[in-house]
């Protein structure tokens, strides 16, 4: 799996969501060893928060998660 900047991931409700529901989180600055994202409830949507985590914690958020749009 290949991390760039403006993917866009739903995530699988076992691993990752918010009061049973999917969340999509979307890479806003990827850097080496960190990735700050924005988790949105709506891919569509502007409205969300800015979150940061190590790329390893990110992956295991996104682990079972399907790429919506890059």
Known sequence: MKLAQGQ???TSPEV???EG???YLRI???ERLSV???EMLKADTKDGH???ASKKVFCRL???AELVSE
């Open 28 to 30: 806003v600055d990827l």
């Open 16 to 18: 990752h969501s918010y």
């Open 50 to 52: 800015h979150k940061n």
């Open 36 to 38: 700050g994202y924005k």
């Open 21 to 23: 529901m999917s969340v």
């Open 8 to 10: 866009i991931w739903k």
């Open 62 to 64: 996104i682990k079972g």
